[in-house]
């Protein structure tokens, strides 16, 4: 199957039919036997003379292509398949490679001239055929690209007429044409050709990079729009202009207000007003009803006000410092983003557009975009056709990201693309002070994007117009085969990397000539006076217009009142407002916990599940029937099919998180004799649940992350997460995590609901299977060490995030249903457990998540000698070791070992925000006892550093312990997470043990 062939259908409705009935998930391979591929014994021949046997693709002379079509005509099975394909076909519009695409135009002289018709006549007409696909493949070279003039186009050795071995003299020779060259004739001169290729290819101030594409029929739509020769009306050039009026003028009104101020303006590539404009405008006509928008900050305060509205006063009121910031730390003027509505000319259709926030790591919203954009396509029940994300781009960081390929990497993966996303070029031919040669090895910067199928059109951002047609055929094209496509504007950077560079120090040369440039607006002025669509008048009264508005603006701004979540997407309107919180009871009765079990305890009697399999599931079954303790996979099974029951949807993904990296989860199952054949029980749950996305990513972290971090926050109501393979590679996505995640909420008032699952846990597997970095995440929690806490709920509400690192599989069913039953949404970091998934002791009772139940926070000790409830104090006890995650496991087996009855051993299962009420009310329980911290991390890592002065703000708060401090038991401080000799982890654990219980 071609990639691009594969397509999402977002309905909502349709999606949950079609995940619940997912048997045959992809195409069958094809089956290749042995026999197909028997040697045969080689065939003398005559010189010259091909074999039936010889490939497409191995002719290269006229005189070998004459002598196959002949033995074609005698008898089409004496030659090789790829050639009886290509003369059944009569080659019509097909392109072949360089050299092998003329056999059409070859036949036809040997028809129309018969015996007349020599092979040098042959030769000619394949060498004009050459030229022509030269033209197509590298006519983008001869283009005009660069408004400064400095870059001149060069032509290529391969159109030039020496090098087919023609010349002047065959200037006013007919030549056939092919078809496919779309030229509308049979046969014309060279010199016609050479005029109208040209003119198609090299001569409109756009670059088409198309060929790389492997469809015919994509190449020749695209071609058809090439050679159209597009005029806009009056009133549309008008509408450019002032596209051009509003970009300049703004930038311009800025510069002498705060020109001390970074902007990070748009000067130099006005066109994309003008342009986005546009671009707008045909998507509504083609059916689109939501864009969404990612860019980086060169420019966005340009497009917040010109493209999406936002009110000029508000903006002025951030340069002034004097805009409400309703909570949070705020971000930079140029990083934040908005929602806006409009209505479009074009059509009297409203489309809604999101721009998203996003910090000064270029590209990093990409694949956040793309994530919101699939989510709003379920959520509305729209489908790709009416979503559009869009993502602007600068020439240096497209090239040179390495998220931009992470993200191509999903334009046809299932679950993941989103149909399709225009991506905007803002080429400034600069990074900062880096010269393109040295920014990249490619050709363009947006070569990368070839990888992916997309058509890449290059274009002088001082064409506006040209400008204006790239946007709208990148419209065209993405709502026809839903498929990324490339415009990239050639413009160049007016002031340095920001309004207070000085960018002459590295390129002074490009410069000067910038200094001496004409702005875009002055020379697209001339054209329309010239062409008589505005006179000087016209365009004077414009730009006086525009900027007495933003005069006008700027006197009001103090008096400027932002409408109460004016910019907030509207599916989070109904979560929490002000500071109302609420949080329901976790627990259900036991009877639908049973129905789920046996749910996910079924494959069909059709299906041939792999036999181990079939023992698992048997043994889950089993567990359910006689009512058994159910182990860590069964309860996030549970949770996951209650909350679908719940009506809430459920998105899992990751690298192997269908079968789970540790073959604990199986949610997808597949048939041992039908390639292709799955059964995902947690879909067939019943008619009315919520649809449930379990769904293997490739292997990116940044992206992937992105990608469930802009889905969360489309989805308030679903519980969304990512899994990491090992929760060490979750380090790759650490952009994500620092810049989104922890901080998009004080930043740009952004919930997100989004949980990582992190495989975290000291097995003697080395410094790269061990550790999850614990401490990263602790270390961007907000919570205050030194204010003690007993509010759980609004302890919760008031931070950025949680961290968690639970020990029992209740514990885990309760804290995932708990992200969704509460009015108010944060991300969850719960560092996993590997050697626990199948731990005889990390088991838990149906009894502790059914009704009446919910999360612990911390867990006190659990054996009765040590700690009963009802005679809370025990002054035997010398030690309360307090510890988090696998660790307690370990304490507890060595404690049961010793026969020790003096130490207690009590959970914080939820870090962050710390439990500061639970821990000092137990530490209570014992007042003769030493207080100490356990871990399995080294001492510079894990929770330590964050535990240490929050358990001493606790003590403080106690009756017995006031003033007291933990010890510390663990690994000494190291450089490396973890031991890669067993031996030498062997070891650090005894030494932890004995640290602990001495």
Known sequence: MLLSSVRLTPAF????????????????????????????????????????????LTGTSAQYVEAL??????????????????????????????GLSTVKSAIKVRSASGAGATAADVVATQNVQRLILQYQLRGHELVDLDPLGITKPERPDVLKLEYYGLGEADLDKEFFVPGNALLNEDKLTLREIINRVEGIFCNSNIGHEYMHIQEREKCDWLRSKFIENKVYDKDTKVKFFDGLVQGHGFETYLEKKYGTEKRFGIDGCESLIAGMNHMIETASLHGVKRCMIGMPHRGRLNVLHNVMQKPIELIFNEFESTAKNDAGSGDVKYHLGMTSELTCSSTNESIRLSLLPNPSHLEAVNPVVEGKALAEQLLFDLGWKQVMPVLLHGDAAFAGQGVVYETLGMTHLRDYSTGGTVHIVVNNQIGFTTDP??????????????????????????????????FELAVEWRQKYSTDVVVDIVCFRRNGHNEGDQPSFTQPLMYQAIAAKAPTIDIYGQKLEAEGVLSQADMAQKKEDYNDSLIQAHANAP??????????????????????????????????????????????????????????IKARKEVFDKD?????????????????????HVRLSGQDVERGTFSHRHHVVHDQHKDGKTYTALSHLSDTQAPYTVTNSHLSEFAVLGFEHGYAGATPNALVCWEAQFGDFANTAQCIIDQFISSSETKWQRQSGLVMLLPHGYEGMGPEHSSARLERFLQMCDDDEDTYMDDALSQIAKGNMQVANVTTPANLFHILRRQVHRNFRKPLIIMTPKSLLRHPMAKSSLDEMSNGTNFKRFIPEQDPEIYNPDNAINKDVRKLILCSGKVYYDLLQERMDKGIKDVAIARVEQLSPFPFDLVKRHADNFPEAQICWAQEEPRNMGAWSYVDPRIETALKESDSHVGGRPSYAGRDAAASTAAGDKAVHKKQVKKLMKDAFE
């Open 437 to 470: 040669r040295q920014s990249r090895s490619s050709k363009y910067c947006t070569d990368i994007a070839k990888m992916a199928g997309a058509p890449i059109f290059h274009v002088n951002g001082d064409d506006v117009e040209a400008v204006a047609r790239c």
């Open 628 to 648: 058994k303790p159910v182990d860590w996979a069964t309860g996030e099974a549970l949770a996951f099919g209650t909350l679908l029951l719940d009506g809430y």
């Open 69 to 98: 079509y002949e033995d074609w005509q005698n008898d089409p099975n004496s030659v090789n398949s790829s050639w009886r394909a290509y003369f059944e076909n009569d080659c019509n519009g097909y392109v072949s490679p360089p």
């Open 559 to 616: 008096n400027y009142i932002v409408p109460e979540r004016a910019f907030e997407d509207e599916h989070w309107h109904t979560l929490r407002v002000g500071d109302e919180y609420f949080a329901e009871v976790t627990g259900v009765d036991k009877e639908t916990l049973k129905y789920v079990g046996e749910k996910i305890s079924f494959v069909p009697e059709d299906f041939t599940t792999h036999p181990a399999l079939r023992r698992i």
């Open 13 to 56: 409705h349709f999606y949950r039919q079609a995940l619940a009935s997912r048997d045959v998930r992809y195409p069958a391979k094809r089956n290749i036997r042995a026999s197909s591929y028997k040697l045969k014994a080689p065939t003398k021949k005559k010189s010259g003379t091909p074999l039936p046997q010889d490939s497409f």
